[in-house]
């Protein structure tokens, strides 16, 4: 009677194992797929001012859109949403600023970014909450961009993101 009780649980966890290992790799290559996914975007063209009101208004823009929320409030160290002792993987906000371990964007890459929450490449960012601006005007996008441009360089590298 034991024998067939260890058999018949050794079945179970033996099915167990194999369903997990099985939803992992579904996810897996969900996420996977959806991470290099290229789109197709067409990018407008705006006009970054340069003058200190428009400054003002980026830089309220960047507050109560949460730019600074997860990029820290020097845009360079953000906020580590996972690190190394989850097991989900490490994803940090990335440095915005033009240090060392930070970016190198144009006028389009900015707009790339903030409408679409795409990199250079076109592939998603990880986390880039591109709803909370894609809608703001183009005033509004060409202040928070001419805002973001000035913003001291600060030498940060964040960790590498894993999933």
């Given at each position: 009677m034991l024998q067939k009780i260890l058999k018949w649980l050794g079945i179970f966890l033996g099915s167990v194992a194999v369903l997990l290992t099985i939803f992992y790799a579904v996810v897996y290559f969900q996420t996977e797929s959806r991470i290099n996914k290229v789109y197709d975007v067409s990018l407008q063209t705006l006009t970054i001012p340069d003058d200190p009101t428009s400054y003002i208004l980026g830089k309220h823009i960047a507050d109560i859109r949460g730019c600074h929320g997860c990029h820290g409030a020097n845009l360079a160290k953000g906020e580590v949403f996972f690190d190394k002792k989850t097991p989900t993987g490490v994803l940090a906000a990335s440095n915005?600023?033009?240090?060392?371990?930070?970016?190198?964007?144009?006028?389009?890459?900015?707009?790339?970014?903030?409408?679409?929450?795409?990199?250079?490449?076109?592939?998603?960012l990880w986390f880039m909450p591109s709803h909370e601006?894609?809608?703001?005007?183009?005033q509004e996008m060409g202040a928070l961009i001419g805002y973001l441009k000035k913003q001291p360089s600060v030498d940060h590298t964040a960790p590498a993101k894993s999933l």
């Amino acid at each position: 009677m034991l024998q067939k009780i260890l058999k018949w649980l050794g079945i179970f966890l033996g099915s167990v194992a194999v369903l997990l290992t099985i939803f992992y790799a579904v996810v897996y290559f969900q996420t996977e797929s959806r991470i290099n996914k290229v789109y197709d975007v067409s990018l407008q063209t705006l006009t970054i001012p340069d003058d200190p009101t428009s400054y003002i208004l980026g830089k309220h823009i960047a507050d109560i859109r949460g730019c600074h929320g997860c990029h820290g409030a020097n845009l360079a160290k953000g906020e580590v949403f996972f690190d190394k002792k989850t097991p989900t993987g490490v994803l940090a906000a990335s440095n915005i600023t033009s240090g060392k371990g930070g970016i190198s964007y144009t006028d389009q890459d900015w707009i790339r970014a903030l409408r679409h929450g795409l990199g250079k490449d076109n592939k998603p960012l990880w986390f880039m909450p591109s709803h909370e601006i894609y809608h703001i005007s183009n005033q509004e996008m060409g202040a928070l961009i001419g805002y973001l441009k000035k913003q001291p360089s600060v030498d940060h590298t964040a960790p590498a993101k894993s999933l």
